[in-house]
């Protein structure tokens, strides 16, 4: 089972910026959690405060599930909700909405912190009740690190599949409808390891962030993608 990385209460803090040269001012600070490992990946704006994600693990166990988390606007926590199937750990890295209120998250569900097994995918209402779940992946291993929204109502994925047991996983992108199901999928990269981080739409196509392993030790990598979800041009940065 996995157990939530770098264990900690989940953390909220609330900063205001003043006028220039000003040092930020932290309104209010929150920590959330208990007994068990809380760990906050992603935060959305939703109706009357916002909606985390991440996971709650448990130290005893070593297991994890995914964790949405409810705030008002100062910070309270107002419910939550936990999913997975107790025998496995499952984490989520990102949210994202729709227009009709449907909260979709994505992560990863594993055997352990290294052995992520796939890509995936909650949809929730704002209530916090399961609307659908869906894998996606080989068999050989993955996961989901950024989930977007578009214009035509469906979700673009970005994240990490492995093709092999002992080869590295590859940048994967994916576009899935409102109900989860698989329309369109690209692999990006080469024969090393790299993984898509982030995803944001663009007006015809995609602008994807994330790792690119080549020669050397990782660099930023950036991918522009058509809206086919193939690779337009691609660019690395790094200082060594």
């Known amino acids: 089972m996995i157990k939530c990385p770098w264990p900690a209460l989940l953390t ?7 006028p220039a040269f000003a040092q930020p001012h932290v309104d209010w600070l929150r920590l959330y959690g208990g007994p068990d490992d809380e760990v906050g990946y992603a935060l959305l704006p939703v109706s009357g405060g916002w909606l985390v994600a991440g996971c709650v693990g ?17 910070g309270d926590s107002l419910t939550s909700a936990t999913f997975g199937n107790g025998s496995r750990g499952e984490v989520f890295y990102s949210i994202a909405t729709s227009s009709d209120s449907i909260y979709v998250l994505v992560g990863t569900y594993s055997i352990g912190f290294w052995l992520r097994r796939g890509i ?4 929730i209402d704002l209530g916090g009740n399961l609307l659908w779940e869906r894998t996606y992946g080989t068999s050989h291993g993955g996961a989901g690190f950024s989930v977007q929204s578009t214009t035509e109502g469906n979700f673009v994925i970005a994240g990490v599949i492995s ?33 898509g981080r982030a995803i944001l739409p663009q007006t015809d196509g995609y602008l994807v962030a994330g790792t690119f392993e080549g020669s050397n030790n990782p660099d930023f990598w950036l991918v522009r993608t058509s809206d086919a979800l193939d690779s337009v041009w691609s660019r690395s940065y790094g200082i060594g």
């Open 58 to 74: 448990s130290e005893l166990t070593g297991t994890s599930d995914g964790l949405a988390l409810w705030l008002n606007y100062n």
């Open 12 to 18: 909220a803090v609330l900063i205001s910026w003043f």
């Open 163 to 195: 093709e092999s047991d002992s080869g590295p996983g590859e940048a994967f992108v994916m576009l899935v409808n409102a109900d989860g199901d698989s329309l369109d999928g690209s692999w990006l990269g080469g024969p090393t390891f790299d993984a």
């Open 120 to 123: 995936w995918l909650v949809a």
